[in-house]
């Protein structure tokens, strides 16, 4: 079974930064690809950023040059540094492992920027 927890959601004002982090356990966490989603209100999830455990990255347009994704292999935690945040950035992030061809999710944080 694959546990996924994330912490780093919170307020800020559009232009300011911040870090989500995603631990995982109950996984060989080095084989798994990595991913952030997000859903606002009214909205489909869609797909934030992706790593894979060969390091390919892969980003929606809309945060193109300002989200980076990132893991540590030693602490089997993800990272989403998020830059220039946006008010329409705001969203509940999931922090998700897929393997085997499923998806398994986190609880989910939520982050809100202010104009």
């Known amino acids: 079974q694959v546990q996924l927890v994330e912490s780093g959601g919170g307020l800020v004002q559009a232009g300011g930064s911040l870090r989500l982090s995603c631990a995982a356990s109950?996984?060989?966490?080095?084989?798994?690809?990595m991913a952030w989603h997000r859903q606002a209100p009214g909205k489909q999830r869609e797909l934030v950023a992706r790593?894979?455990?060969?390091?390919?990255?892969n980003y929606a347009d809309s945060v193109k040059g300002r989200f980076t994704i990132s893991r540590d292999n030693a602490k089997n935690t993800v990272y989403l540094q998020m830059n220039s945040l946006k008010p329409e950035d705001t969203a509940v992030y999931y922090c998700?492992?897929?393997?085997?061809?499923?998806?398994?999710w986190g609880q989910g944080t939520q982050v809100t920027v202010s104009s």
């Open positions: 109950g996984t060989n966490f080095r084989l798994n690809a």
């Open positions: 790593l894979t455990s060969g390091g390919s990255t």
């Open positions: 998700a492992a897929e393997l085997f061809g499923v998806t398994v």
